[in-house]
Protein backbone atom coordinates (compact mmCIF):
# COMPACT_ATOMS: atom_id res chain seq x y z
CA UNK A 1 0.00 0.00 0.00
CA UNK A 2 2.95 2.34 0.91
CA UNK A 3 4.12 1.84 -3.03
CA UNK A 4 0.95 3.17 -4.07
CA UNK A 5 1.17 6.17 -1.67
CA UNK A 6 4.49 6.84 -3.66
CA UNK A 7 2.94 6.57 -7.01
CA UNK A 8 0.02 8.78 -5.87
CA UNK A 9 2.01 11.43 -4.66
CA UNK A 10 4.58 11.24 -8.09
CA UNK A 11 1.30 11.39 -10.47
CA UNK A 12 0.36 14.15 -8.84
CA UNK A 13 3.30 15.89 -8.83
CA UNK A 14 3.09 16.18 -13.00
CA UNK A 15 2.76 19.50 -14.45
CA UNK A 16 -0.76 21.25 -15.73
CA UNK A 17 -2.00 23.73 -17.80
CA UNK A 18 -5.03 25.27 -17.05
CA UNK A 19 -6.95 26.80 -19.66
CA UNK A 20 -10.50 27.10 -19.65
CA UNK A 21 -13.04 24.38 -21.29
CA UNK A 22 -17.00 23.72 -20.81
CA UNK A 23 -17.50 20.52 -22.14
CA UNK A 24 -19.16 17.55 -20.75
CA UNK A 25 -17.83 13.70 -20.63
CA UNK A 26 -18.99 11.65 -23.10
CA UNK A 27 -17.86 9.10 -20.49
CA UNK A 28 -20.89 7.82 -17.41
CA UNK A 29 -18.28 8.76 -15.34
CA UNK A 30 -20.02 12.31 -15.25
CA UNK A 31 -19.10 15.25 -15.59
CA UNK A 32 -15.13 16.05 -16.39
CA UNK A 33 -13.38 19.10 -15.25
CA UNK A 34 -14.27 22.85 -15.76
CA UNK A 35 -10.66 23.05 -17.42
CA UNK A 36 -8.66 21.32 -20.16
CA UNK A 37 -4.79 19.82 -19.17
CA UNK A 38 -1.49 19.38 -20.66
CA UNK A 39 1.56 18.72 -19.31
CA UNK A 40 4.05 21.83 -18.93
CA UNK A 41 6.31 22.51 -15.70
CA UNK A 42 5.08 26.00 -15.79
CA UNK A 43 1.76 25.21 -13.72
CA UNK A 44 3.20 23.06 -11.34
CA UNK A 45 4.24 24.30 -7.57
CA UNK A 46 7.50 22.88 -6.03
CA UNK A 47 6.64 20.21 -3.71
CA UNK A 48 9.13 21.96 -1.15
CA UNK A 49 7.46 21.03 2.37
CA UNK A 50 8.87 17.76 4.18
CA UNK A 51 7.07 15.90 6.83
CA UNK A 52 8.31 18.03 9.75
CA UNK A 53 8.03 21.18 8.35
CA UNK A 54 3.94 20.76 7.28
CA UNK A 55 3.46 19.41 10.75
CA UNK A 56 4.75 22.16 11.88
CA UNK A 57 2.53 24.38 9.65
CA UNK A 58 -0.62 22.42 10.73
CA UNK A 59 0.59 22.53 14.37
CA UNK A 60 0.60 26.58 14.35
CA UNK A 61 -2.16 27.25 11.72
CA UNK A 62 -4.29 25.36 14.81
CA UNK A 63 -2.54 27.56 17.16
CA UNK A 64 -4.96 25.79 19.84
CA UNK A 65 -3.94 26.93 23.08
CA UNK A 66 -3.34 30.15 22.02
CA UNK A 67 -6.75 30.15 20.81
CA UNK A 68 -8.13 28.87 24.27
CA UNK A 69 -6.27 32.08 25.75
CA UNK A 70 -7.59 33.98 23.91
CA UNK A 71 -11.60 33.13 23.54
CA UNK A 72 -11.85 31.12 26.92
CA UNK A 73 -13.46 33.97 28.49
CA UNK A 74 -16.90 33.06 26.43
CA UNK A 75 -17.15 29.59 27.65
CA UNK A 76 -17.28 31.03 31.49
CA UNK A 77 -20.40 33.06 30.47
CA UNK A 78 -22.12 29.72 29.08
CA UNK A 79 -21.27 26.97 30.66
CA UNK A 80 -18.21 28.03 33.51
CA UNK A 81 -15.05 25.81 33.81
CA UNK A 82 -16.81 22.50 33.81
CA UNK A 83 -18.06 23.37 30.87
CA UNK A 84 -14.76 24.04 29.39
CA UNK A 85 -13.26 21.13 31.19
CA UNK A 86 -15.45 18.53 30.04
CA UNK A 87 -16.43 19.93 26.35
CA UNK A 88 -13.10 20.14 25.90
CA UNK A 89 -12.56 16.03 26.17
CA UNK A 90 -15.92 15.79 24.26
CA UNK A 91 -13.95 18.65 21.32
CA UNK A 92 -10.95 16.33 21.13
CA UNK A 93 -13.05 13.32 20.84
CA UNK A 94 -15.42 14.58 17.75
CA UNK A 95 -12.77 16.41 15.59
CA UNK A 96 -10.49 13.59 15.74
CA UNK A 97 -13.11 11.59 14.46
CA UNK A 98 -13.48 14.22 11.75
CA UNK A 99 -10.09 14.31 10.92
CA UNK A 100 -9.60 10.49 10.72
CA UNK A 101 -12.78 10.94 8.18
CA UNK A 102 -10.75 13.24 6.40
CA UNK A 103 -7.33 11.74 6.69
CA UNK A 104 -8.44 8.85 4.92
CA UNK A 105 -10.35 10.91 1.92
CA UNK A 106 -7.47 12.89 1.70
CA UNK A 107 -4.99 9.55 1.41
CA UNK A 108 -7.76 8.50 -1.60
CA UNK A 109 -7.35 12.30 -3.53
CA UNK A 110 -4.43 14.42 -2.27
CA UNK A 111 -5.43 17.62 -3.70
CA UNK A 112 -5.54 21.24 -3.13
CA UNK A 113 -9.23 21.54 -3.67
CA UNK A 114 -9.50 18.59 -0.38
CA UNK A 115 -13.57 18.95 0.66
CA UNK A 116 -15.11 19.84 -2.60
CA UNK A 117 -13.04 17.35 -4.92
CA UNK A 118 -13.78 14.88 -2.55
CA UNK A 119 -17.29 15.14 -2.76
CA UNK A 120 -16.73 15.13 -6.82
CA UNK A 121 -14.96 11.86 -6.39
CA UNK A 122 -18.08 10.72 -4.53
CA UNK A 123 -21.16 12.42 -5.75
CA UNK A 124 -24.12 11.05 -7.92
CA UNK A 125 -23.06 12.53 -11.21
CA UNK A 126 -26.82 14.39 -11.54
CA UNK A 127 -25.59 16.99 -8.75
CA UNK A 128 -21.78 16.71 -9.05
CA UNK A 129 -21.38 20.04 -10.78
CA UNK A 130 -23.92 21.44 -8.17
CA UNK A 131 -22.60 20.01 -4.93
CA UNK A 132 -18.71 20.38 -6.02
CA UNK A 133 -19.86 24.28 -7.02
CA UNK A 134 -21.69 24.54 -4.01
CA UNK A 135 -19.15 23.11 -1.63
CA UNK A 136 -16.34 24.89 -3.38
CA UNK A 137 -17.88 27.98 -2.73
CA UNK A 138 -18.79 27.40 1.32
CA UNK A 139 -14.80 26.28 1.73
CA UNK A 140 -13.52 29.50 0.27
CA UNK A 141 -15.98 31.69 1.94
CA UNK A 142 -15.18 30.13 5.18
CA UNK A 143 -11.56 30.09 4.77
CA UNK A 144 -11.51 33.46 3.86
CA UNK A 145 -13.51 34.65 6.68
CA UNK A 146 -10.90 32.74 9.15
CA UNK A 147 -8.65 34.71 7.47
CA UNK A 148 -10.01 37.44 8.35
CA UNK A 149 -10.68 36.75 11.79
CA UNK A 150 -7.27 35.61 12.70
CA UNK A 151 -6.00 39.37 11.53
CA UNK A 152 -9.05 41.01 13.46
CA UNK A 153 -7.63 38.96 16.30
CA UNK A 154 -4.05 40.09 16.30
CA UNK A 155 -4.86 43.31 15.95
CA UNK A 156 -7.15 43.12 18.93
CA UNK A 157 -4.23 41.77 20.68
CA UNK A 158 -1.76 44.89 19.58
CA UNK A 159 -4.21 47.59 20.90
CA UNK A 160 -4.54 45.28 24.17
CA UNK A 161 -1.43 45.08 25.03
CA UNK A 162 -0.86 48.86 23.66
CA UNK A 163 -3.58 49.66 26.68
CA UNK A 164 -1.90 47.14 28.91
CA UNK A 165 1.64 49.72 28.65
CA UNK A 166 -0.46 52.72 28.47
CA UNK A 167 -3.78 53.43 30.04
CA UNK A 168 -4.94 56.04 28.99
CA UNK A 169 -4.85 54.68 25.32
CA UNK A 170 -7.80 54.92 23.94
CA UNK A 171 -8.70 51.59 21.85
CA UNK A 172 -10.36 53.33 17.67
CA UNK A 173 -11.98 50.77 15.65
CA UNK A 174 -9.77 52.18 12.35
CA UNK A 175 -6.83 52.00 14.45
CA UNK A 176 -7.39 48.25 14.48
CA UNK A 177 -8.23 48.08 10.49
CA UNK A 178 -4.77 49.82 10.21
CA UNK A 179 -2.96 47.08 12.37
CA UNK A 180 -5.25 44.65 10.12
CA UNK A 181 -3.98 46.20 6.97
CA UNK A 182 -0.16 45.71 8.23
CA UNK A 183 -0.88 41.77 9.26
CA UNK A 184 -2.05 40.16 6.43
CA UNK A 185 0.47 42.57 3.80
CA UNK A 186 3.16 40.72 6.03
CA UNK A 187 1.73 37.58 5.56
CA UNK A 188 1.34 38.39 2.13
CA UNK A 189 4.89 39.48 1.88
CA UNK A 190 6.06 36.26 3.30
CA UNK A 191 3.68 33.95 1.04
CA UNK A 192 5.04 35.69 -2.24
CA UNK A 193 8.68 36.97 -1.52
CA UNK A 194 9.63 34.18 1.18
CA UNK A 195 8.57 31.48 0.17
CA UNK A 196 11.91 29.50 -0.06
CA UNK A 197 11.79 30.01 3.60
CA UNK A 198 8.35 29.39 4.42
CA UNK A 199 9.29 25.86 5.92
CA UNK A 200 11.70 27.33 8.04
CA UNK A 201 9.72 29.73 9.52
CA UNK A 202 6.84 26.89 10.00
CA UNK A 203 9.54 25.05 11.76
CA UNK A 204 11.02 27.58 14.23
CA UNK A 205 6.68 28.52 14.91
CA UNK A 206 6.25 25.15 15.72
CA UNK A 207 9.28 25.45 17.73
CA UNK A 208 7.55 28.16 20.11
CA UNK A 209 4.26 26.59 19.93
CA UNK A 210 5.71 24.33 22.45
CA UNK A 211 8.74 26.19 23.64
CA UNK A 212 6.12 29.30 24.67
CA UNK A 213 3.85 26.84 25.92
CA UNK A 214 5.77 26.04 28.52
CA UNK A 215 7.79 28.93 29.28
CA UNK A 216 3.47 30.26 29.68
CA UNK A 217 2.46 27.90 31.62
CA UNK A 218 5.26 27.47 33.91
CA UNK A 219 4.81 31.19 35.76
CA UNK A 220 1.17 30.94 36.23
CA UNK A 221 1.51 27.66 37.77
CA UNK A 222 3.90 29.03 40.01
CA UNK A 223 2.87 32.87 40.69
CA UNK A 224 -0.86 32.32 40.59
CA UNK A 225 -3.66 31.54 43.55
CA UNK A 226 -4.92 28.18 43.41
CA UNK A 227 -8.24 27.62 42.67
CA UNK A 228 -9.87 24.70 43.81
CA UNK A 229 -10.55 21.01 41.81
CA UNK A 230 -14.07 21.15 42.30
CA UNK A 231 -14.26 24.62 41.20
CA UNK A 232 -12.42 23.51 38.15
CA UNK A 233 -14.28 19.92 37.17
CA UNK A 234 -17.54 20.65 38.84
CA UNK A 235 -18.26 24.32 38.75
CA UNK A 236 -21.01 24.96 36.12
CA UNK A 237 -21.70 28.81 35.90
CA UNK A 238 -24.85 30.24 33.74
CA UNK A 239 -24.08 33.83 34.32
CA UNK A 240 -26.98 36.75 33.93
CA UNK A 241 -26.39 37.23 30.18
CA UNK A 242 -26.02 34.24 29.40
CA UNK A 243 -28.28 31.26 28.96
CA UNK A 244 -30.29 30.06 32.17
CA UNK A 245 -30.99 26.81 30.70
CA UNK A 246 -27.74 24.38 32.11
CA UNK A 247 -27.82 22.27 29.40
CA UNK A 248 -27.60 24.78 26.58
CA UNK A 249 -25.09 26.87 28.65
CA UNK A 250 -22.60 23.47 28.53
CA UNK A 251 -23.45 23.27 24.86
CA UNK A 252 -22.75 26.80 24.10
CA UNK A 253 -19.15 26.60 26.14
CA UNK A 254 -18.16 23.75 24.50
CA UNK A 255 -17.94 25.41 21.18
CA UNK A 256 -15.21 27.57 22.49
CA UNK A 257 -12.89 25.00 22.46
CA UNK A 258 -14.08 23.03 20.01
CA UNK A 259 -13.19 26.89 18.27
CA UNK A 260 -9.39 25.93 18.84
CA UNK A 261 -10.11 22.99 16.56
CA UNK A 262 -11.77 24.77 13.51
CA UNK A 263 -9.31 24.69 10.33
CA UNK A 264 -7.80 21.62 10.82
CA UNK A 265 -7.91 20.85 7.39
CA UNK A 266 -5.10 23.40 6.29
CA UNK A 267 -2.52 20.53 6.13
CA UNK A 268 -4.83 19.28 3.16
CA UNK A 269 -4.64 22.27 1.14
CA UNK A 270 -1.16 22.10 0.96
CA UNK A 271 -0.96 18.28 -0.25
CA UNK A 272 0.54 19.97 -3.64
CA UNK A 273 3.72 21.12 -2.18
CA UNK A 274 4.03 18.11 0.25
CA UNK A 275 6.24 15.20 -1.11
CA UNK A 276 4.26 11.56 -1.22
CA UNK A 277 0.68 13.87 0.46
CA UNK A 278 -1.18 10.50 0.43
CA UNK A 279 0.86 9.27 3.07
CA UNK A 280 2.10 12.25 5.01
CA UNK A 281 -0.93 14.16 4.89
CA UNK A 282 -3.42 11.65 6.94
CA UNK A 283 -0.50 11.34 9.49
CA UNK A 284 -0.23 14.97 9.97
CA UNK A 285 -4.07 15.43 10.60
CA UNK A 286 -3.80 12.93 13.20
CA UNK A 287 -0.42 13.76 14.92
CA UNK A 288 -2.32 18.14 14.78
CA UNK A 289 -5.15 16.87 16.66
CA UNK A 290 -3.46 15.06 18.90
CA UNK A 291 -0.54 17.08 20.15
CA UNK A 292 -2.93 20.21 19.72
CA UNK A 293 -5.62 18.48 21.90
CA UNK A 294 -3.39 17.66 24.71
CA UNK A 295 -1.40 20.91 25.19
CA UNK A 296 -5.35 22.72 24.62
CA UNK A 297 -6.24 20.30 27.34
CA UNK A 298 -3.39 21.30 29.75
CA UNK A 299 -3.68 24.71 28.98
CA UNK A 300 -7.34 24.99 29.87
CA UNK A 301 -6.81 23.39 33.37
CA UNK A 302 -3.69 25.99 33.84
CA UNK A 303 -6.07 29.17 33.02
CA UNK A 304 -8.92 27.60 35.67
CA UNK A 305 -6.36 26.56 38.35
CA UNK A 306 -4.97 30.16 37.96
CA UNK A 307 -8.08 31.86 37.54
CA UNK A 308 -8.42 34.73 40.16
CA UNK A 309 -12.03 36.52 39.29
CA UNK A 310 -14.63 35.15 37.03
CA UNK A 311 -15.87 38.47 37.18
CA UNK A 312 -12.85 39.89 35.88
CA UNK A 313 -11.94 37.49 33.23
CA UNK A 314 -15.83 38.39 32.32
CA UNK A 315 -14.99 41.74 32.18
CA UNK A 316 -12.08 42.17 30.80
CA UNK A 317 -9.48 45.44 31.54
CA UNK A 318 -7.48 44.94 28.71
CA UNK A 319 -9.30 43.52 25.94
CA UNK A 320 -8.67 39.66 25.89
CA UNK A 321 -8.74 38.42 29.78
CA UNK A 322 -5.66 36.58 29.31
CA UNK A 323 -3.67 39.74 29.56
CA UNK A 324 -5.06 40.81 32.85
CA UNK A 325 -4.38 37.35 34.36
CA UNK A 326 -0.55 37.81 33.00
CA UNK A 327 -0.22 40.63 34.83
CA UNK A 328 -2.41 39.54 38.25
CA UNK A 329 -0.11 36.40 38.33
CA UNK A 330 3.32 37.88 37.62
CA UNK A 331 2.33 41.48 39.44
CA UNK A 332 4.51 43.23 36.29
CA UNK A 333 3.68 45.08 33.17
CA UNK A 334 6.37 43.86 31.26
CA UNK A 335 6.50 39.89 32.17
CA UNK A 336 2.12 40.72 31.30
CA UNK A 337 3.69 42.12 27.42
CA UNK A 338 6.23 39.62 27.25
CA UNK A 339 3.82 36.82 27.66
CA UNK A 340 1.55 38.43 25.45
CA UNK A 341 3.63 38.63 23.13
CA UNK A 342 4.97 34.87 22.77
CA UNK A 343 1.06 34.69 21.82
CA UNK A 344 1.34 37.26 19.03
CA UNK A 345 4.36 35.87 17.72
CA UNK A 346 2.78 32.76 17.11
CA UNK A 347 0.11 34.46 15.66
CA UNK A 348 2.03 36.51 12.70
CA UNK A 349 3.30 32.64 12.04
CA UNK A 350 0.48 31.04 12.29
CA UNK A 351 -0.99 33.63 10.05
CA UNK A 352 1.12 33.16 7.06
CA UNK A 353 0.45 29.49 7.47
CA UNK A 354 -2.77 30.04 7.19
CA UNK A 355 -2.82 33.00 4.01
CA UNK A 356 -0.69 30.25 2.08
CA UNK A 357 -3.66 27.51 2.79
CA UNK A 358 -6.63 29.57 1.69
CA UNK A 359 -4.42 30.28 -1.62
CA UNK A 360 -4.12 27.33 -2.28
CA UNK A 361 -7.85 26.12 -1.98
CA UNK A 362 -8.32 29.53 -3.55
CA UNK A 363 -6.28 28.47 -7.03
CA UNK A 364 -7.38 24.99 -7.18
CA UNK A 365 -10.47 26.51 -7.21
CA UNK A 366 -9.98 28.56 -9.66
CA UNK A 367 -8.30 26.03 -11.72
CA UNK A 368 -11.31 24.09 -11.93
CA UNK A 369 -13.14 27.10 -13.05
CA UNK A 370 -14.89 27.82 -10.21
CA UNK A 371 -14.01 31.55 -9.51
CA UNK A 372 -15.20 34.75 -11.75
CA UNK A 373 -11.69 34.96 -14.19
CA UNK A 374 -10.97 31.75 -12.95
CA UNK A 375 -7.76 31.63 -15.93
CA UNK A 376 -6.84 34.66 -14.53
CA UNK A 377 -6.43 33.23 -10.86
CA UNK A 378 -5.09 29.55 -11.55
CA UNK A 379 -1.75 31.43 -12.94
CA UNK A 380 1.45 30.14 -10.89
CA UNK A 381 4.13 32.59 -11.16
CA UNK A 382 7.22 31.10 -13.02
CA UNK A 383 9.82 33.06 -10.69
CA UNK A 384 8.40 32.21 -7.36
CA UNK A 385 6.51 29.40 -8.22
CA UNK A 386 3.33 30.36 -6.21
CA UNK A 387 -0.13 30.89 -7.19
CA UNK A 388 0.85 35.06 -6.73
CA UNK A 389 -2.80 35.89 -7.72
CA UNK A 390 -4.47 33.76 -5.37
CA UNK A 391 -2.39 35.46 -2.46
CA UNK A 392 -3.22 38.75 -3.82
CA UNK A 393 -7.07 38.00 -4.10
CA UNK A 394 -6.98 36.60 -0.07
CA UNK A 395 -4.95 39.56 1.16
CA UNK A 396 -6.95 42.32 -0.94
CA UNK A 397 -10.06 40.48 0.85
CA UNK A 398 -9.04 41.00 4.72
CA UNK A 399 -8.15 44.42 3.12
CA UNK A 400 -11.95 45.20 1.87
CA UNK A 401 -13.02 43.47 5.25
CA UNK A 402 -10.74 44.90 7.56
CA UNK A 403 -12.31 48.51 5.89
CA UNK A 404 -15.76 47.76 7.32
CA UNK A 405 -14.48 47.42 11.28
CA UNK A 406 -13.82 51.42 10.68
CA UNK A 407 -17.39 51.46 10.21
CA UNK A 408 -19.23 49.58 12.06
CA UNK A 409 -17.47 46.65 14.14
CA UNK A 410 -20.75 44.57 14.42
CA UNK A 411 -21.17 44.07 10.50
CA UNK A 412 -17.38 43.02 10.44
CA UNK A 413 -18.40 40.17 13.23
CA UNK A 414 -21.56 39.21 11.39
CA UNK A 415 -19.40 38.56 8.17
CA UNK A 416 -16.68 37.13 10.59
CA UNK A 417 -19.01 34.92 11.78
CA UNK A 418 -19.56 32.36 9.06
CA UNK A 419 -16.36 30.52 9.33
CA UNK A 420 -17.30 28.03 12.03
CA UNK A 421 -20.50 27.38 9.83
CA UNK A 422 -19.13 27.23 6.46
CA UNK A 423 -16.18 25.38 7.34
CA UNK A 424 -18.01 22.42 9.55
CA UNK A 425 -20.39 22.10 6.48
CA UNK A 426 -17.51 21.56 4.17
CA UNK A 427 -16.35 19.01 6.25
CA UNK A 428 -19.89 16.61 6.75
CA UNK A 429 -20.74 16.99 2.88
CA UNK A 430 -17.77 14.46 1.81
CA UNK A 431 -18.03 12.10 5.24
CA UNK A 432 -22.00 12.15 4.13
CA UNK A 433 -20.95 11.02 0.54
CA UNK A 434 -18.46 8.41 2.31
CA UNK A 435 -21.04 7.00 4.46
CA UNK A 436 -23.72 6.39 1.03
CA UNK A 437 -20.83 5.23 -0.87
CA UNK A 438 -19.69 2.60 2.34
CA UNK A 439 -23.26 1.53 2.31
CA UNK A 440 -23.92 1.36 -1.53
CA UNK A 441 -22.48 -1.85 -2.12
CA UNK A 442 -23.84 -1.56 -5.93
CA UNK A 443 -20.81 0.27 -6.81
CA UNK A 444 -18.25 -2.18 -5.62
CA UNK A 445 -15.40 -1.77 -3.10
CA UNK A 446 -14.17 1.35 -2.43
CA UNK A 447 -10.51 1.90 -3.84
CA UNK A 448 -8.61 3.21 -0.74
CA UNK A 449 -5.90 5.06 -0.84
CA UNK A 450 -2.35 3.61 1.40
CA UNK A 451 -4.38 5.14 4.73
CA UNK A 452 -8.04 4.02 5.47
CA UNK A 453 -10.16 3.52 8.44
CA UNK A 454 -10.31 -0.49 7.95
CA UNK A 455 -13.62 -2.12 9.22
CA UNK A 456 -13.97 0.83 12.24
CA UNK A 457 -14.61 3.25 9.05
CA UNK A 458 -18.04 3.50 8.88
CA UNK A 459 -18.27 3.80 12.52
CA UNK A 460 -15.92 6.79 12.78
CA UNK A 461 -17.69 8.39 10.07
CA UNK A 462 -21.08 8.06 11.42
CA UNK A 463 -19.51 9.55 15.11
CA UNK A 464 -17.87 12.42 13.51
CA UNK A 465 -21.51 12.91 11.29
CA UNK A 466 -23.08 13.35 14.40
CA UNK A 467 -20.36 15.66 16.35
CA UNK A 468 -20.43 17.91 13.47
CA UNK A 469 -24.20 18.00 12.95
CA UNK A 470 -24.16 18.67 16.47
CA UNK A 471 -21.96 21.65 16.48
CA UNK A 472 -23.76 22.87 13.54
CA UNK A 473 -26.57 23.18 15.37
CA UNK A 474 -25.18 25.14 18.06
CA UNK A 475 -23.19 27.35 16.47
CA UNK A 476 -25.89 30.08 15.49
CA UNK A 477 -26.97 30.60 19.00
CA UNK A 478 -26.64 33.89 20.41
CA UNK A 479 -24.17 33.77 23.51
CA UNK A 480 -25.83 37.00 25.41
CA UNK A 481 -29.22 37.11 26.66
CA UNK A 482 -30.93 39.61 25.96
CA UNK A 483 -30.47 39.78 21.82
CA UNK A 484 -29.49 42.87 20.19
CA UNK A 485 -27.95 43.79 17.01
CA UNK A 486 -24.37 44.55 18.70
CA UNK A 487 -24.35 40.98 20.32
CA UNK A 488 -26.50 39.35 18.12
CA UNK A 489 -24.56 35.78 16.84
CA UNK A 490 -24.79 36.45 13.42
CA UNK A 491 -23.30 33.23 11.64
CA UNK A 492 -26.61 31.39 11.02
CA UNK A 493 -28.05 34.09 8.92
CA UNK A 494 -25.45 35.36 7.28
CA UNK A 495 -24.20 31.21 6.49
CA UNK A 496 -27.83 30.94 4.74
CA UNK A 497 -27.29 34.27 2.83
CA UNK A 498 -24.64 33.12 1.49
CA UNK A 499 -26.39 29.61 0.61
CA UNK A 500 -29.35 31.37 -1.20
CA UNK A 501 -26.70 34.27 -3.37
CA UNK A 502 -24.83 30.75 -3.98
CA UNK A 503 -28.17 28.68 -5.35
CA UNK A 504 -29.37 32.11 -7.26
CA UNK A 505 -25.90 32.36 -8.91
CA UNK A 506 -26.03 28.66 -9.67
CA UNK A 507 -29.47 28.82 -11.44
CA UNK A 508 -29.03 31.94 -13.33
CA UNK A 509 -25.39 32.03 -14.39
CA UNK A 510 -23.18 29.00 -13.36
CA UNK A 511 -24.85 25.78 -13.82
CA UNK A 512 -24.52 27.28 -17.79
CA UNK A 513 -20.68 27.16 -17.52
CA UNK A 514 -19.06 25.21 -14.36
CA UNK A 515 -18.07 21.71 -15.04
CA UNK A 516 -16.34 20.79 -12.02
CA UNK A 517 -12.92 19.47 -10.39
CA UNK A 518 -10.67 18.08 -13.13
CA UNK A 519 -11.49 14.40 -13.36
CA UNK A 520 -8.96 13.90 -16.00
CA UNK A 521 -5.89 14.39 -13.36
CA UNK A 522 -7.43 12.07 -10.91
CA UNK A 523 -5.41 8.63 -10.68
CA UNK A 524 -7.27 5.43 -11.49
CA UNK A 525 -7.57 4.07 -8.29
CA UNK A 526 -9.31 7.31 -7.66
CA UNK A 527 -11.67 7.21 -10.86
CA UNK A 528 -12.68 3.59 -10.07
CA UNK A 529 -14.28 5.14 -6.89
CA UNK A 530 -16.51 7.15 -8.96
CA UNK A 531 -19.95 7.10 -9.51
Excluded at 19 to 31: L, N, W
Excluded at 118 to 127: F, G, R, S
Excluded at 200 to 224: D, E, K, R, V
Aim: aromatic share 10%; with cysteine.
Amino acid sequence: MAGEGIEMGQMAAKSVQVSVSHGRSSSGTGYHGGVSTSRSSRKNMERKFGSLSMLSLSLILLSSWESIANSFASGLLNGGPAGLVWGMVLSIIGTMAMALSLAELASICPRAGAQYHWTAVLAPPKIRAFTTWMQGWITVFGWQAAVASICYLMASQIQGMVLLNNPDYASKQWHGTLLMWAIVLFAGFVNIYGIKIMPALQMLGGIMHITFFIAISIPLILLSRRSTSSFVFTELIVADEGWQSHGVAWCLGMLVVTYCFLGFDGAIHMSEEVRNPAVVIPRILIQTIAINGLMAFVFVLVILFCLNSVEDALNPQYIYPMIGIFKSSTQSVGAATAMQTGISLIGMVSNTGVVASVSRLTWAFARDGGLPFSHYFAHIDRQQRVPKRAIYLVCAAVVVLSTINAASETALSAILALSTSALYVSYLIPIVMMIIRRLDASKGPIQFGPWSLGCYGMAINVFALAFGIFVCIFVPFPTIIPVTAANMNWSGPVFLGVCILLIIDWVFRARKKYIGPMMDLMQPEIKRNIP
